[in-house]
């Protein structure tokens, strides 16, 4: 027995050892097993005697890849113990951070703060340096797997484009096993909470007086806003001007339930389940042709115009209805499953606008959280939920992604070994044009935010404790470069607090800016950081504006500006020339808050945001015009209060304004608070109005309304919530469409905004 027992150690110090070596870690010689075997020949029977039993003895987890040592056995988790002498060069390849077996390199973000702060009331500035000291609290490392090539063209690739799920990654280097991984993971969670449902058992059973309730954890995926005006794609036989979704990233087009290639309107009409084309010329309306997405059993949707394809995307409802037996009658009932839920891609030819033609459908598992188009390639996004309940090893449909049918490949498979998530990320690539898939990605990992850059995608998500139920004092960040189709996994860091929202996070020259809110000490502050492309921290400006929150930014170049609010409205600006060395240039205090900034024009920034009272309350909508052509001198140079209205659409979906950048004509929803609709009434019903703004800007005579054009009718009941996010403003030549989705299209000459027709 005692032979079998030196066999089995041998053969696993053999294991050990060679996945050492492959892992090309350098170990010093005073810590290859050999030498520590010496060093434990050495000791005295009586030394031996003591520790025999020593809980020094590391206990190892060799589950697939990923190496752990553990000091504490769990249930159910098959371990083996290995002698010491290997034990102790493991323990130095988790001090250096390199993961085993997935060919991973941790970079330590080595930084020392200068000694150096430069006071600006309560604003640390603190300059990062490259020398290895305490870190302080705030510093986070970042995670690179694979090489930092640069992404080759869709030409180089060749015949890379095929939809192959066998096919081999343009980015991966070589096999992984994180089918494997992500297996464990999730077993490990399903474990976890099998065990937590006991103890939530034998506590409600225990202490049933005492009314115990345990909450159960859950991933939720928010939907990210758009920002600045996209006019790309007018065809070559387009003239006129027009304008489209407000987008976050000049070049990035960005899916919406209107648009608008120039010459038509297609609108999503989710009441009837059918998007309808209307021809636009000089302000006349004519509704030339509608598709039925009931026959696609697709619903929710958003869309683009790629030139002369009608690209859609929604919620494939194919699965969302089930038989059921009463026992007397069999009926159909619509079934929620957050576990079946799959995301549709639709392409229509529409050269013939009257008659659009289906070309192509695509299935992607996950509910659709968003999508993003550069040139001819479409990239989508969907969150798959794991039914863990359910998984098994043999059946890989049951824990791994899969898209257009094929699951997820292997080496396009990425993990996130330290996370909690039951859901993927899941990442399609398709070229619009040939109407194929390109790539595709599945990230076991959480995502609450997605900002996508020129060349790269970042999905940020707030760090979540599942055996605390709480959340940790900061975010996730994962990078994932793009091009021409093809996604290559580049690297994953952390940083403190969380992202107001999209336009908290930019890149620039390589460098990632964040302007964060945080927690520290009992008290909240904000801070801006900046990251090289490896997400290794170059420099910070914390502890800012303590007590309040961000409530909007803007990146504009090499000038960074945004809004923090508590009871006045600050806004900073950021020197970001060095960024090694950001500086505040000047802040401004004035009354409210800007809840979106707008570039405007050269030197100009519009905010649209609250006035509000001494106490900090909401009052009204407020516009604001920021002089930003001396960052050192930042002044609101005109305001307009619009005391009558309450809340604008733009403060939740940026979708929903207008900007003409030709003249900075801009539009959006207003709704007008109850008080002022009850005295145009003269009754006591609580009644809110929808009306749609427009405004223009000149210097010498500040803000002017053009336009208050009322969406209710004339019963003034038709203002809510719901109805502001289903109403577009869009610009054709000199006519401006207002576009209320299912009722009516109205539209208006620009020179003078008399009303030219309204299409019902």
Same mark, same amino acid.
């Not at 030196?6 to 053999?14: G, K, L």
């Not at 930084?111 to 603190?126: A, C, F, K, L, R």
């Not at 007008?672 to 005579?701: A, C, W």
């Given at each position: &027995?005692?032979n079998?027992?030196?066999n089995?150690?041998?053969?696993q110090?053999i294991?050990?050892k060679n996945?050492?070596?492959?892992?090309?870690v350098?170990?010093?010689?005073?810590l290859?097993?050999?030498a520590?075997?010496k060093?434990?020949?050495?000791?005295s029977?009586?030394e &031996?005697?003591?520790?025999?039993d020593?809980i020094?003895?590391?206990?190892i /987890?060799?589950e697939?890849?990923?190496v752990?040592?553990?000091?504490?056995r769990k249930?159910n988790?098959? /371990?083996?113990?290995i002698p010491?002498?290997? *034990?102790?060069?493991?323990?130095l390849v +988790?001090?250096?951070?390199?993961?085993i077996g997935?060919?991973?390199k941790?970079t330590?973000d *080595?930084? &020392?703060?200068?000694?150096?702060?430069?006071e600006n009331e309560?604003?640390?500035?603190?300059e990062?340096?490259?020398?290895m000291n305490?870190?302080?609290?705030a510093?986070e490392?970042?995670?690179?797997?694979?090489?930092?090539?640069?992404i080759e063209?869709?030409e180089?690739?060749?015949?890379a484009?095929s939809?192959?799920n066998?096919?081999?990654?343009?980015?991966k280097s070589?096999? $992984?096993d994180n089918?494997?991984m992500?297996?464990?993971?999730?077993n490990?969670?399903k474990e976890y909470?099998?065990d937590l449902? /006991?103890k939530?058992?034998?506590a409600m059973e225990d202490?049933?007086?005492?009314g115990?309730r =345990?909450m159960m954890p859950?991933?939720?995926a928010a939907k $990210?806003?758009?920002g600045a005006?996209?006019?790309?794609?007018?065809?070559?036989d387009? *003239?006129?001007?027009?304008?489209?979704?407000?987008?976050?990233?000049?070049g990035v087009?960005?899916a919406d339930?209107?648009k608008?290639d %120039?010459?038509?309107?297609y609108?999503?009409?989710?009441?009837?389940?059918?998007?309808n084309i209307?021809?636009a010329?000089? %302000?006349k309306i004519? @509704?030339?042709?509608?598709? !039925?997405l009931?026959?696609?059993?697709?619903?929710n949707?958003e869309?683009?115009i790629a030139?002369?394809?009608?690209v859609?995307i929604g919620?494939?409802?194919?699965d969302?209805?089930v038989e059921?037996d009463?026992? #007397?009658d069999v009926?159909?009932?619509?079934l929620f !499953?957050?576990?079946?839920?799959?995301?549709?891609i639709v392409?229509?030819?529409?050269?013939?606008?009257s008659?659009?033609?289906?070309v192509?459908e695509f299935i992607?598992?996950?509910?659709y959280?968003?999508?993003r188009l550069?040139?001819d390639?479409l990239y989508t996004?969907?969150?798959k939920?794991v039914e863990?309940?359910?998984?098994?090893? @043999?059946?890989?449909?049951?824990?791994?992604p899969?898209?257009?049918?094929?699951?997820i490949?292997n080496?396009?498979l990425?993990?996130q070994?330290?996370?909690c998530n039951?859901?993927?990320?899941?990442i399609s690539a398709?070229n619009?044009?040939k109407n !194929?898939i390109?790539?595709? &990605?599945g990230l076991?990992?959480?995502s609450?935010?997605?900002y996508?850059s020129s060349? #790269?995608?970042?999905?940020?998500d707030?760090r979540f404790n599942?055996?605390?139920f709480?959340?940790l004092?900061d975010?996730k960040?994962?990078k994932v470069a793009?091009?021409?189709g093809?996604l290559?996994y580049i690297?994953?860091?952390?940083?403190?607090?969380y992202?107001?929202?999209d336009?908290s996070?930019d890149?620039?020259d390589d460098?990632l800016r964040?302007? $964060?809110?945080?927690?520290d000490?009992?008290?909240t502050?904000?801070?801006?950081y900046?990251?090289?492309?490896g997400l290794k921290?170059l420099?910070v400006i914390? @502890?800012?504006?303590?007590?309040e929150?961000?409530k909007? *930014?803007?990146?504009?170049?090499r000038?960074?500006y945004?809004v923090? +609010?508590r009871?006045?409205?600050?806004?900073?600006a950021?020197?970001l020339?060095d960024p090694e060395?950001?500086?505040?240039?000047?802040?401004?205090?004035i009354?409210g808050?800007?809840?979106y900034?707008?570039?405007y024009?050269?030197?100009?920034?519009?905010?649209i945001?609250y006035?509000t009272?001494?106490f900090? %309350?909401?009052?009204c909508?407020k516009?604001s015009m920021f002089d930003v052509?001396d960052?050192e001198?930042?002044k609101? @140079?005109?305001r307009?209060v619009?005391?009558t209205?309450?809340y604008s659409?733009?403060f939740?979906?940026?979708?929903t304004l207008m900007?003409?950048d030709r003249?900075?004509?801009?539009?959006f929803v207003g709704m007008?608070g109850?008080?002022?609709?009850?005295?145009i009434?003269t009754?006591?019903?609580d009644? =809110?109005? !929808?009306?749609?703004?427009v405004?223009?800007?000149?210097?010498?005579?500040g803000?002017k309304?053009k336009?208050?054009y009322?969406?209710?009718?004339?019963?003034?009941?038709?203002?809510?919530?719901e109805?502001m996010?289903?109403?577009?403003?869009?610009?054709?030549?000199d006519?401006l469409?207002?576009?209320?989705i299912g009722?009516?299209?109205?539209? +208006?000459?620009?020179?003078?905004?008399?009303?030219?027709?309204?299409?019902?």
């Amino acid at each position: &027995m005692k032979n079998d027992n030196m066999n089995n150690i041998n053969e696993q110090d053999i294991y050990i050892k060679n996945r050492l070596k492959n892992s090309g870690v350098d170990i010093p010689e005073s810590l290859r097993p050999d030498a520590i075997e010496k060093k434990l020949a050495s000791l005295s029977s009586e030394e &031996m005697e003591k520790r025999k039993d020593s809980i020094d003895v590391p206990e190892i /987890k060799l589950e697939n890849t990923i190496v752990s040592i553990e000091k504490k056995r769990k249930k159910n988790v098959r /371990k083996i113990i290995i002698p010491i002498a290997v *034990a102790a060069s493991l323990v130095l390849v +988790f001090g250096l951070g390199v993961k085993i077996g997935r060919g991973s390199k941790k970079t330590d973000d *080595a930084v &020392m703060t200068s000694g150096v702060y430069e006071e600006n009331e309560d604003v640390i500035i603190e300059e990062i340096s490259g020398e290895m000291n305490e870190p302080d609290e705030a510093v986070e490392s970042a995670e690179a797997y694979g090489s930092e090539e640069t992404i080759e063209s869709e030409e180089a690739v060749g015949s890379a484009e095929s939809d192959n799920n066998e096919k081999k990654s343009l980015f991966k280097s070589s096999k $992984t096993d994180n089918y494997d991984m992500a297996y464990d993971i999730l077993n490990d969670y399903k474990e976890y909470l099998e065990d937590l449902t /006991k103890k939530r058992e034998q506590a409600m059973e225990d202490y049933e007086d005492d009314g115990i309730r =345990y909450m159960m954890p859950s991933t939720s995926a928010a939907k $990210t806003q758009s920002g600045a005006s996209d006019t790309i794609g007018i065809a070559a036989d387009q *003239a006129e001007y027009y304008t489209d979704t407000n987008i976050r990233t000049e070049g990035v087009s960005e899916a919406d339930i209107v648009k608008t290639d %120039g010459k038509y309107i297609y609108e999503y009409d989710s009441s009837k389940e059918h998007i309808n084309i209307y021809s636009a010329k000089k %302000g006349k309306i004519e @509704k030339v042709s509608s598709i !039925n997405l009931l026959k696609m059993a697709v619903i929710n949707i958003e869309m683009y115009i790629a030139e002369d394809k009608l690209v859609v995307i929604g919620k494939d409802d194919r699965d969302s209805w089930v038989e059921e037996d009463d026992g #007397n009658d069999v009926y159909t009932n619509r079934l929620f !499953n957050r576990y079946s839920g799959k995301t549709a891609i639709v392409l229509y030819d529409i050269r013939d606008r009257s008659n659009p033609e289906f070309v192509k459908e695509f299935i992607q598992d996950g509910d659709y959280d968003s999508s993003r188009l550069v040139g001819d390639y479409l990239y989508t996004f969907s969150r798959k939920y794991v039914e863990i309940e359910k998984i098994s090893k @043999k059946d890989r449909e049951t824990y791994l992604p899969e898209i257009d049918g094929l699951i997820i490949d292997n080496d396009d498979l990425i993990v996130q070994p330290d996370g909690c998530n039951q859901s993927y990320v899941v990442i399609s690539a398709i070229n619009v044009k040939k109407n !194929n898939i390109t790539d595709r &990605m599945g990230l076991l990992a959480g995502s609450s935010s997605l900002y996508v850059s020129s060349n #790269n995608i970042f999905l940020t998500d707030k760090r979540f404790n599942w055996r605390t139920f709480g959340f940790l004092d900061d975010s996730k960040i994962i990078k994932v470069a793009y091009n021409k189709g093809k996604l290559e996994y580049i690297c994953e860091g952390s940083f403190p607090g969380y992202l107001n929202d999209d336009y908290s996070i930019d890149e620039y020259d390589d460098c990632l800016r964040l302007v $964060t809110t945080y927690r520290d000490g009992g008290s909240t502050y904000n801070g801006l950081y900046i990251y090289d492309k490896g997400l290794k921290k170059l420099s910070v400006i914390k @502890k800012l504006a303590e007590g309040e929150t961000i409530k909007s *930014a803007r990146f504009m170049g090499r000038t960074a500006y945004f809004v923090t +609010f508590r009871n006045t409205d600050p806004l900073f600006a950021v020197d970001l020339s060095d960024p090694e060395n950001p500086e505040i240039t000047d802040y401004l205090k004035i009354p409210g808050f800007s809840a979106y900034l707008h570039p405007y024009s050269d030197g100009l920034l519009l905010g649209i945001g609250y006035d509000t009272n001494e106490f900090g %309350g909401t009052e009204c909508i407020k516009l604001s015009m920021f002089d930003v052509s001396d960052p050192e001198n930042v002044k609101e @140079k005109d305001r307009l209060v619009l005391d009558t209205y309450e809340y604008s659409a733009v403060f939740g979906n940026r979708k929903t304004l207008m900007f003409d950048d030709r003249d900075g004509l801009f539009g959006f929803v207003g709704m007008m608070g109850s008080d002022y609709v009850q005295e145009i009434r003269t009754e006591n019903d609580d009644f =809110y109005s !929808n009306n749609y703004l427009v405004f223009d800007y000149d210097e010498k005579n500040g803000f002017k309304n053009k336009l208050e054009y009322n969406l209710g009718g004339d019963s003034w009941s038709g203002g809510t919530y719901e109805q502001m996010d289903d109403i577009r403003g869009l610009i054709i030549g000199d006519y401006l469409y207002v576009v209320e989705i299912g009722k009516a299209i109205t539209s +208006f000459d620009t020179k003078s905004f008399e009303k030219v027709e309204e299409y019902k």
